[in-house]
């Protein structure tokens, strides 16, 4: 029995020395919260005709941005990220493009793996808004008192989509679908 308490005894001080260890890991670092959202620029043009899945983006951060008082990201970081996914153009919608985010360099050079997208209201689809009727019918409307009127009405004939082009210099937001660890 006097064998037992020894054993468990340093297993109770291994314990406790490996959750010290990792406590002084994680007091210099910070965490951005999964959601949290930051504002970059796109300095070269992208669009669903020149990409391709795969294909590497870089964007650029445009202000600094702080955590409590530490600057966690500086401004002119740059952010990697590759097309997850394009959906061509279509009769009744235009292209889309998802964007993945993976990596963040720092001007110092510090790399940083992260998950994340650029963000859209359209399931993170930069693009695939909804086109417009091309043909259009008359019918008339009836009002109290008054003659008919001609009122054009759409059928469901739509125009063909164009291909989504995000231009250099355009502002978006990532969020992040991880947290990100800054050391």
């Known amino acids: 029995m006097n064998i037992f308490k020894k054993i468990s005894a340093l297993l109770f001080i291994i314990l406790i020395s490996h959750i010290y260890v990792n406590a002084e890991d994680l007091s210099d670092s910070l965490k951005i919260r999964k ?3 930051i504002k970059v620029m796109n300095p070269v043009e992208f669009s669903t005709l020149i990409s391709d899945i795969g294909d590497e983006l ?3 951060n445009t202000s600094d941005l ?3 008082e530490t600057n966690v990201l500086p401004q002119n970081t740059k952010i990697y990220g ?3 996914d394009i959906l061509e153009p279509i009769q009744g919608r235009d292209g889309a493009i998802k964007i993945l985010i993976n990596k963040i360099i720092t ?3 510090k ?3 992260v998950k994340g997208h650029i963000y859209s209201e359209n399931d993170n689809y930069i693009g695939g808004k909804p086109t417009q009727s091309i043909y259009y019918r008359k019918v008339p409307h009836y009002t109290m008192r008054m003659k008919p009127m001609l009122q054009a009405a759409p059928l469901n004939v739509l125009e063909l989509g164009k291909h989504t082009i995000v231009k250099p210099g355009a ?3 990532i969020i ?3 947290d990100l660890i800054i050391k």
């Open 111 to 113: 790399i940083y793996k």
């Open 58 to 60: 870089c964007f650029i």
């Open 35 to 37: 959601g949290a959202f």
């Open 171 to 173: 502002e978006l937001f």
């Open 107 to 109: 001007p110092d050079k």
């Open 66 to 68: 702080y955590l409590y």
């Open 176 to 178: 992040l679908d991880e």
């Open 82 to 84: 590759e097309v997850e």
